[in-house]
């Protein structure tokens, strides 16, 4: 028995030794990788920041992407003529076809970077290579595609980018609101037609809304508003239509706001008091008021919020809840008029 447990002791302190080695020798390359790349990078960045064209030849033993990476940091660091000399000392080394190569990686990082390093070499064999990354496997990345597809001199419609990006339901990423508001500040009628197309996926109506409330557009609030008072109270479009309303801040939201102070969602009351604010919609100070008292912080905060932003008819309803409401509601009214220092 002994024997048994001196073996296995011994094989257990084989296999940590081993393990340990291991470890010890990847720690060691990889450190030594790490700093060769950052003394590549300090050898690279003073060839790339002189005035002259870096000849191929000082490149040597400098690996491709750190060529490629430092090149692209430098650009996005600049601007006016000193970005265009970086653009095309980046072109004379090869710089977009290196990228154009990596689009093909297995790596969704290499990809992703390598579209994104694209966007800058308005030319037409990036192009193409942008358009190829529109069909990529990943959502992300196709997007990115677009976005930098959508960044160049001759841009495609925007119909005809969502056509081949198949966005499905459920894909509402940044990338997505960012692309619709590239187009909302240029083709806003473009955008505004995704919103009122109901063959596409509800999240993508969704973030083209976002990406017009922020333009301040007001030609989409009556869309908005029969949009907001056909939405169910629990589904989550309600609170982003009545969100994007209170962007736009135009009066004609007025029937879709009213309805939502009234609505059973807790998110959806928080939006409509966030658009009744900014708005200044005095028909909401006796709905708002009564807002004060809601078992919600949040939604008693956001009220109190907009009544203070109606001016003194919402100020008086303040004060009255603060001396003749219940409790939750005097502590709401008195806090926030204390805090914007207003007498009672």
């Given at each position: 028995?002994?024997?048994?447990?001196?073996?296995?002791?011994l094989?257990f302190?084989?296999?940590?030794?081993v393990?340990?080695t291991?470890?010890?020798?990847?720690?060691?390359?990889s450190?030594?990788?790490?700093?060769?790349l950052?003394?590549?990078r300090?050898?690279?960045?003073p060839?790339?920041?002189?005035g002259?064209n870096?000849?191929?030849?000082?490149?040597n033993g400098?690996p491709?992407?750190?060529?490629?990476h430092l090149t692209l940091?430098?650009?996005?660091l600049?601007?006016?003529?000193?970005?265009?000399?970086?653009?095309?000392?980046?072109?004379?080394?090869?710089v977009?076809?290196?990228?154009?190569?990596?689009?093909?990686?297995?790596?969704?990082?290499?990809?992703m970077?390598?579209?994104?390093?694209?966007?800058?070499f308005?030319?037409a064999?990036?192009?193409?290579?942008?358009m190829k990354?529109?069909a990529?496997?990943?959502?992300?990345?196709?997007?990115?595609?677009?976005l930098?597809?959508?960044?160049?001199?001759d841009?495609?419609?925007?119909d005809?980018l969502?056509?081949?990006?198949a966005?499905r339901?459920?894909?509402s990423?940044?990338?997505t609101?960012?692309?619709?508001?590239?187009y909302?500040?240029?083709a806003?009628?473009?955008?505004?037609?995704?919103?009122?197309?109901?063959?596409?996926p509800?999240s993508?109506?969704?973030a083209?809304?976002?990406?017009?409330?922020?333009t301040?557009d007001?030609?989409?609030?009556?869309?908005?508003v029969?949009?907001g008072?056909?939405?169910p109270n629990d589904?989550e479009?309600l609170p982003?239509y009545l969100?994007?309303l209170?962007?736009?801040?135009?009066?004609?939201?007025r029937?879709a706001?009213l309805a939502?102070?009234?609505?059973?969602?807790?998110?959806?009351?928080?939006?409509?008091?966030g658009a009744?604010g900014r708005i200044?919609?005095?028909e909401?100070?006796?709905?708002?008021?009564?807002?004060?008292?809601?078992?919600e912080?949040?939604?008693?905060f956001?009220?109190?919020e907009?009544l203070?932003?109606?001016?003194e008819?919402?100020?008086?309803?303040?004060?009255?809840t603060?001396k003749d409401?219940?409790?939750?509601?005097?502590?709401a009214?008195?806090?926030?008029?204390?805090?914007?220092g207003?007498s009672?």
């Amino acid at each position: 028995m002994l024997h048994l447990i001196w073996d296995v002791s011994l094989l257990f302190a084989g296999t940590a030794l081993v393990v340990m080695t291991i470890l010890v020798v990847l720690r060691v390359a990889s450190t030594w990788h790490r700093d060769r790349l950052l003394a590549a990078r300090r050898r690279l960045a003073p060839l790339l920041m002189a005035g002259a064209n870096t000849p191929e030849t000082n490149l040597n033993g400098i690996p491709d992407p750190v060529v490629t990476h430092l090149t692209l940091d430098l650009i996005q660091l600049v601007r006016g003529d000193e970005r265009t000399r970086f653009v095309e000392k980046a072109r004379a080394l090869g710089v977009p076809e290196r990228l154009r190569r990596q689009t093909r990686s297995f790596s969704r990082r290499r990809r992703m970077i390598a579209v994104q390093g694209l966007a800058l070499f308005d030319d037409a064999m990036s192009r193409e290579a942008l358009m190829k990354a529109l069909a990529d496997r990943d959502d992300d990345i196709r997007l990115a595609a677009a976005l930098a597809l959508a960044s160049g001199d001759d841009p495609l419609g925007l119909d005809e980018l969502v056509a081949r990006l198949a966005l499905r339901e459920g894909h509402s990423s940044l990338l997505t609101i960012s692309l619709f508001r590239h187009y909302a500040d240029h083709a806003p009628d473009e955008v505004q037609a995704l919103v009122l197309d109901p063959a596409l996926p509800l999240s993508i109506r969704l973030a083209a809304i976002e990406a017009l409330a922020v333009t301040g557009d007001y030609r989409l609030v009556p869309a908005i508003v029969e949009l907001g008072l056909h939405a169910p109270n629990d589904g989550e479009e309600l609170p982003r239509y009545l969100h994007a309303l209170g962007r736009i801040g135009h009066p004609a939201a007025r029937e879709a706001v009213l309805a939502g102070l009234a609505s059973s969602s807790m998110p959806a009351r928080v939006a409509a008091a966030g658009a009744a604010g900014r708005i200044a919609l005095l028909e909401s100070a006796d709905l708002l008021a009564d807002l004060l008292d809601a078992p919600e912080w949040w939604v008693r905060f956001r009220a109190a919020e907009a009544l203070l932003l109606l001016g003194e008819p919402g100020v008086a309803r303040m004060r009255k809840t603060a001396k003749d409401g219940g409790e939750q509601a005097r502590e709401a009214a008195v806090t926030m008029l204390a805090e914007r220092g207003i007498s009672l």
